[in-house]
């Protein structure tokens, strides 16, 4: 939808197929950094008057100690997904994309493809289907490096969100995360390297997090999702290009992946317009580039317990540092000025925790 409205933006005639009905629904953390409600605007996307929950930073929850870190400007939102996919569809709708629901691509043919058994021509082809895409397939974009490979389940609970920020609750096999998305709701992701029994089986790992809810009436089922970390060699070829997790993917604990879409969606349109998608191409390796790095720490923090206990123990005695990472995490801060003293000072911080 994103790149849909970003190539109407700049005159394109734009179709949507999907194969699924509206408003589509999805296991996600639906958490939004303050620099994805950015792109947002750019987009046009307003959330005003939904439902949202809102943050203003992350806190680490581990068995031993926690440590939180603010945002340096703004706020992030929690919104439930199945609310953020309606108010795309009314933008998009709006701004003239022509949408096709229940509608299943199921094959490329010269200049156009397949929707439920139909032909429909068109110059450019854009894959926005997901983590098993088929058109990544088809166009033969499949190759790529590492993939590693977690399952997400998440639910809802009816209760009033107890903290200001997304809590990250760190176990010995899975992380949850809680993500407040409504003046009375919170959206519980629990991902994990192994097989879940049961939601609640699962909630064992995290008492705190169980205790806080404790006696709190569900609103969702269950709903389960991967999560893969994959990058691809291309994103494009020929007419074909590829968008959010059907162009890779970064973990799920990063809370990137929207961000990443919204962001590779601004560059997408461009480059359909100018009809060349080098440009495209060059700028979704920088977009991802940082989250891919965060999201290797983050899985490094899940395998190591050395590595997570001296982490969270390095965060919570000195929270400026977790304040400069969440900092580079939405790109308020370079990398760079993190600097060769802010790793020093990290390292030298997880020898002596
Ligand atoms: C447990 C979990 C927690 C997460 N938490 C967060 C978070 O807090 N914040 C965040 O930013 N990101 C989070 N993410 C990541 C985020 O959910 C994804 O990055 C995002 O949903 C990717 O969007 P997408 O449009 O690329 O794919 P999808 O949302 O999967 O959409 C793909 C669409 O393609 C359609 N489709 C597929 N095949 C066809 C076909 N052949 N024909 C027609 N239509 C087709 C599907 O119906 C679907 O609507 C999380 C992910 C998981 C698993």
């Known amino acids: 939808m994103a790149a849909a409205i970003a190539a109407r933006q700049l005159g394109m005639r734009v179709m949507v197929a999907d194969r699924a009905q509206p408003p589509i629904d999805k296991a996600c ?4 950094m303050p620099d994805s409600l950015e792109v947002l605007n750019c987009l046009g996307v307003s959330l005003q008057g939904c439902e949202t929950g809102s943050f203003h930073g992350i806190r680490f ?10 945002f340096p400007q703004g706020r992030g939102l929690g919104i439930r997904r199945v609310l953020l996919h309606d ?7 709006h701004c003239g994309v022509e949408t096709m629901w229940g509608a299943r691509v199921s094959a490329i ?3 156009g ?4 058994g139909r032909k429909i021509s ?5 894959g926005a289907d997901g983590q098993n895409s088929q058109v990544r397939d088809w166009a033969g974009l499949s190759a790529g490096s590492g993939s590693t490979q977690r399952i997400g389940l998440r639910q809802h609970f009816q209760i009033r969100p107890w903290s200001d920020y997304v809590e990250i609750y760190w176990g010995s096999h899975s992380q949850a995360y809680v993500t407040p998305v409504g003046r009375n709701e919170v959206c519980v992701a629990l991902i994990s390297r192994q097989k879940f029994k049961s939601f609640d089986d699962a909630l064992g790992e995290f008492p705190e997090l169980a205790a806080h ?6 609103t969702t089922r269950p709903r389960g999702a991967m999560s893969i970390s994959r990058k691809l060699k291309q994103v494009c070829c020929g007419n074909v290009a590829l968008i959010g997790e059907a162009s890779g993917s970064v973990d799920a604990i990063t809370g990137e992946g929207l961000a990443m879409a919204f962001r590779q969606a601004l560059a997408l349109g461009p480059a359909l317009a100018a009809g060349d998608l080098s440009s495209y191409a060059a700028a ?5 580039s940082l989250p891919e790095f965060m999201s290797r720490s983050m899985l490094l923090m899940d395998r190591s317990r050395w590595l997570r206990s001296r982490s969270l123990r390095a965060f919570s005695r000195q929270p400026q540092i977790f304040g400069r990472m969440l900092a580079v995490h939405v790109g308020e801060l370079r990398p760079r000025d993190f600097g060769a003293s802010g790793l020093l000072n990290l390292g030298w911080q997880l020898l002596v925790a």
């Open 109 to 111: 043919r010269d200049q």
């Open 113 to 116: 493809v397949l929707v439920n």
């Open 122 to 126: 068109c110059r450019w082809l854009v």
């Open 61 to 70: 929850v581990g068995p031993e100690c926690s440590a939180a870190a603010t």
């Open 29 to 32: 953390g639906e958490g939004l």
């Open 284 to 288: 979704h390796s920088q977009i991802n």
């Open 213 to 218: 809810l404790q006696g709190a009436r569900s």
């Open 87 to 93: 108010v795309f569809v009314q933008h998009a709708e």
